[in-house]
């Protein structure tokens, strides 16, 4: 699987932006899809996941903000962002996951359970 990630970009502190993440290759639908985040300095944290089901989990700081969702005939998970923080600054990643039924907050959580990754979009959120 190839991922690839776009949507990006400078948003002032309140603003909305959408990611997009692309994914090659087949069995689309069997993938857990996540979305994590790597600030300046700091390590990489997740912030979403999609199961193949449709069931999703989310990281405390985004809860009530974000939207992941996927669109299985179309190969792409999107990440909707509202009310943007300066805080929410980072390179975004997708990630894919084979086991896509696979559920349980510490393993969706943890990046090692994520075979595949893009590349990063950059959002920067402006006060």
């Known amino acids: 699987v190839q991922l690839q990630a776009s949507g990006g970009g400078l948003v002032q502190a309140g ?3 959408r ?3 692309a994914a090659s290759g087949r069995a689309f ?5 996540g979305w994590f985040l790597r600030a300046p300095g700091k390590e990489r944290e997740f912030v979403a996941r999609i199961m ?4 999703t989990y989310y990281a405390d700081s985004v809860k009530g ?3 992941i969702s996927r669109d299985d005939a179309k190969n792409t998970v999107y990440l909707q962002m509202n009310s943007l923080k300066p805080e929410d600054t980072a390179v975004y990643y997708c990630a894919a996951d084979r086991y ?3 559920s349980g907050t510490s393993y969706v959580m943890r990046p090692e359970s ?3 990754w893009g590349q990063g979009t950059l959002v920067t959120v402006s006060s």
């Not at 639908?29 to 899809?33: D, E, F, I, L, Q």
């Not at 193949?52 to 069931?55: A, E, L, N, V």
């Open 52 to 55: 193949s089901s449709g069931s």
């Open 19 to 21: 990611l997009t993440c």
């Open 29 to 33: 639908s069997s993938y857990g899809m």
């Open 114 to 116: 994520y075979a595949y």
């Open 100 to 102: 896509g039924y696979a």
């Open 15 to 17: 603003g909305s932006l």
């Open 65 to 67: 903000r974000f939207t």
